[in-house]
């Protein structure tokens, strides 16, 4: 595999209203992001929070990259259905890069530590 790193879309919903328009949205959602490489890894799976407050459902969809996630995002399919979700949940929606498998915290770490030094 390449050391390319992935990109997520990354979503936390609550209060969704079920109804006609969120059913739409689930199932008109993975033609939108099939073409730019989308998977699911997690899709409103029940979680347990450890630290904090997360009362609703997370969506968790997986890209080849940063810049496949926010084609997909800002994409005409997409946008087209967006209205459904936002209209009936409100929703936080995260686009970020993830690492590329070879990476390793203690890289940064050790980045880190140079700069406190350097001070």
């Keep these: 595999m ?46 347990v929070t450890h630290e904090g ?23 005409e399919p997409y946008r087209a259905i967006a209205p459904l979700r936002i209209e009936h949940s409100d929703s936080t929606i995260l686009t970020v890069e993830g690492v590329a498998e070879a990476y390793r915290a203690t890289t940064t770490a050790a980045t880190m530590r140079a700069g406190l030094q350097a001070r």
Aim: hydrophobic fraction near 40%.
């Design 53 to 75: 407050s997360a009362p609703g459902d997370v969506v968790i969809i997986a890209f080849p990259s940063i810049t496949a996630v926010r084609e997909w995002f800002d994409s």
């Design 2 to 47: 390449t050391g390319a790193a992935p990109g997520y879309a990354i979503g936390y919903l609550e209060n969704i209203d079920v109804g006609s328009e969120i059913v739409e949205y689930i199932e008109r959602i993975e033609a939108t992001f099939e073409p730019y490489g989308g998977r699911w890894l997690v899709h409103a799976k029940p979680h």
